[in-house]
């Protein structure tokens, strides 16, 4: 029997900085079976055997492929990770390594990617032919779909310039004025800081937000203007159809920021973008990840039929 008819369900994996989130999914994205760790960070032979143990965790004979989303930049076409965001995690075959492991077919991508992946497939950007994905959370994450392909490349989103001279970026990022120092959680939390105090974070601006506060209001349309001039130059440039904004500020957020920003984003975009272009909150929440992990390890199913 061909891999696939037995075994109708895929394990995916998405190696967080802080989490690791694995589950049973099926091809509608509905997860079966899920757990979640913490990821350690000490070293790539812990990462490697955390993803192993999340796996096995959850291995069963129904499970017919493993698919793994990590925030990292992959080798084209190998799709080896080359080098990982805030995980030493470096020049390592996954793909390979879970292939001998497990003995099964075995997806890699990149965390963000994998994230647009799940969206435009089963989430606010389903039925789209091109659209962009934004991830507002601590740092600033994106993936691409372009022309009916999911764009496999290293998208860094969070670093397009919209100030600049801004502020500095975080991280190992020396840039200045990035979408990820202004339209972040943490440029939000910076904010709410400045308005309410060294305790006020994000999520308490938003509530402030949403209970009216004028000031808590425009702050919040700043950042979603920052987000708009971001969307209009990447509309400019590669003319989706829609742009899905998910991550945990931005859809706590939710209309305060994506409101401002798709004003802003028709501002700057040329026709006919200016009037139909779209920002509209991602559907996934915090199991885009995951789903889009299985996602992968669905399309290497496929691949090994
Ligand atoms: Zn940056």
């Known amino acids: 029997m061909a891999p696939g008819v ?29 757990r979640e760790t913490e990821s350690p960070g000490a070293s790539e032979a812990d990462i490697v055997a955390a993803l192993d143990a999340a796996v096995e ?17 992959l080798e084209r076409g190998t799709r080896r990770i080359l080098r990982a965001t805030n995980l ?14 497990f003995d099964l077919p075995v997806g890699v991508e990149n965390d963000a990617n994998a994230a647009a992946l799940a969206e435009w497939k089963l989430g606010a950007g389903r039925g789209a032919s091109s659209l962009l994905v934004l991830t507002l959370g601590t740092g ?27 502020p500095p970026c975080q991280g190992n990022c020396h840039g200045r004025g ?14 709410a800081r400045e308005l309410y105090g060294p305790d006020a974070d994000a999520r308490q601006l938003v509530e402030r937000g949403r209970a009216g506060d004028a000031a808590a209001v425009a702050r919040l349309a700043e950042i979603g203007g920052y987000l708009g001039a971001a969307i209009g130059s990447i509309a400019n440039l590669v ?38 272009l779209r920002v509209v909150p991602a559907e996934l929440g915090s199991e885009a990840g995951l789903v889009g992990a299985a996602l992968v390890a669905f399309e290497a199913l496929d691949r090994a039929r």
Do not use: C, M
């Open 239 to 276: 003319d989706p159809e829609l742009v899905v904004v998910g991550g945990g500020f931005g859809e706590a957020a939710g209309d305060l920021v994506l409101g401002p920003a798709q004003e802003a984003a028709r501002r700057e975009a040329l026709a006919p973008a200016d009037v139909t």
């Open 178 to 191: 990035h979408l990820e120092a202004l339209a972040s959680g943490t440029a939000a939390d910076a904010a």
């Open 88 to 101: 030493p995690f470096d020049d390592f075959d996954l793909a390979q390594h879970a292939r001998e492991r």
């Open 6 to 34: 037995a075994a109708p369900f895929v394990i995916g994996v998405d190696l967080g900085g802080t989490k690791i989130l694995s589950g049973v999914v099926d091809r509608d994205g509905v997860i079966l079976r899920r």
């Open 57 to 73: 965790a959850l291995l069963g004979d129904e499970i017919g492929a493993l698919g793994f989303g990590v925030p990292a930049n």
């Open 140 to 166: 600033v994450g994106g993936g691409l779909v372009l022309e009916d392909s999911l764009y496999r490349g290293w998208a860094e989103v969070g670093h397009i310039v919209v100030q600049a001279g801004g």
